[in-house]
C-alpha cells in the first residue's frame, strides 16, 4: 500500500514539473486513473480490515492532489483547445494570404519575346538539351493559351450571371406591381360593395317602416271593418317599396 501511494505521488510530481500540455494531459489521466484505484482499494481495507490508519493516511495526502489534478485538466484542456484555435485560425489565414492575381516566374519567362524568338524555327545542330528546352517553352506558351481561354471563359459566366440577376430583378419589380394593382383593384371592389349594402340597408328599413305601419293599422281595426280599399292600399304600398328597393340597388350594381 505504501510503495502504491509513494508512487503516485511521483506520478503528481511528473505531472507539475512537465512543460508539455499534452503530455501533462495523459500523465496527469493516468495519475488521475491510479488515485481512483487507490481510493476503491482504501475503502475496501476500511470495510473488510476496518483498517483506520490507511482512511486516515489517505484523507491526509491525497484529496489536495485530487483537486488540484481536476483543476489542472481542466486548465490543460482549456489550453489546447486554444492553441487549436489558434492553429485553425493561422491555417486560415495563410490560405487566404496567397495571391492569385500575381503572375507566376515560369509565366513571366514563357512570355518574354527574347526568350521564346524563334524557337520554333528549326535550328541545325541543336542537341538534346536545346530540344527539351524547347519542348518545355511550348509547353509553358500552351499553358498561358489556355489561362487566357481559362478568364475569358470566367468572364462570360460572370456576364450570364449579371444577366439573369437582372432578369429577376425585373420579374420582381413586375411582379411586386401586378401585386399593387390587384390590391387596389379589390380595395375599390370592397367600397363598391359597401356602397351597394348601404343602399340595400336603407331600402330594408323603409319596407320594415311600412310594415310597421300597416301592422298598427291592423291592430287599431277588427277584421271585420277591414274592406276591399285598405286590401287595395297594402297591395299598392306593398308594390312600390319593393319597386323603390329594387331602382336602388339598380342604382349601385354590384361588380
Known amino acids: 500500500m505504501a510503495s502504491v501511494q509513494s508512487s503516485a505521488v511521483q506520478q503528481w510530481q511528473e505531472v507539475e514539473t512537465c512543460d508539455n500540455d499534452l503530455l501533462a494531459f495523459v500523465l496527469n489521466s493516468k495519475f488521475k486513473s ?3 484505484q487507490l481510493r476503491h482499494d482504501t475503502v475496501g481495507r476500511v470495510v473488510q480490515e476496518d483498517d483506520r490508519a490507511a482512511l486516515r493516511e489517505y484523507q491526509e495526502t491525497f484529496p489536495e492532489m485530487e483537486f488540484k489534478s481536476s483543476c489542472k485538466a481542466h486548465q490543460l484542456l482549456k489550453d489546447m483547445q486554444e492553441q487549436y484555435e489558434k492553429y485553425q485560425q493561422s491555417q486560415k489565414v495563410r490560405t487566404y494570404s496567397v495571391d492569385f492575381d500575381k503572375v507566376p516566374d515560369e509565366a513571366v519567362g514563357a512570355r518574354d519575346p ?16 536545346i530540344h527539351q528546352m ?39 419589380t413586375k411582379l411586386v406591381g ?32 311600412g310594415i ?8 287599431k281595426y277588427d ?16 308594390i312600390l317599396g319593393l319597386g323603390i328597393t329594387f331602382v ?3 342604382l349601385f350594381p354590384a361588380l
Open 34 to 36: 491510479n488515485l481512483t
Open 114 to 129: 527574347a526568350s521564346v524568338e524563334g524557337i520554333e524555327e528549326p535550328v541545325e545542330g541543336d542537341d538534346d538539351e
Open 134 to 172: 524547347r519542348r518545355r517553352l511550348l509547353a509553358r506558351r500552351r499553358s498561358s493559351g489556355s489561362d487566357a481561354v481559362a478568364e475569358e471563359t470566367f468572364d462570360q459566366q460572370l456576364e450570364v450571371n449579371e444577366n439573369v440577376q437582372d432578369n429577376l430583378i425585373q420579374d420582381m
Open 178 to 209: 401586378s401585386l399593387k394593382q390587384g390590391a387596389v383593384a379589390f380595395q375599390t371592389a370592397l367600397e363598391e360593395d359597401q356602397r351597394v349594402l348601404g343602399a340595400a340597408e336603407i331600402g330594408i328599413q323603409v319596407a320594415s317602416k
Open 212 to 219: 310597421q305601419d300597416i301592422s298598427g293599422k291592423l291592430s
Open 223 to 238: 277584421k271585420s271593418k277591414l274592406s276591399w280599399m285598405f286590401y287595395i292600399s297594402v297591395t299598392v304600398f306593398m
Open 248 to 250: 336602388i340597388i339598380k
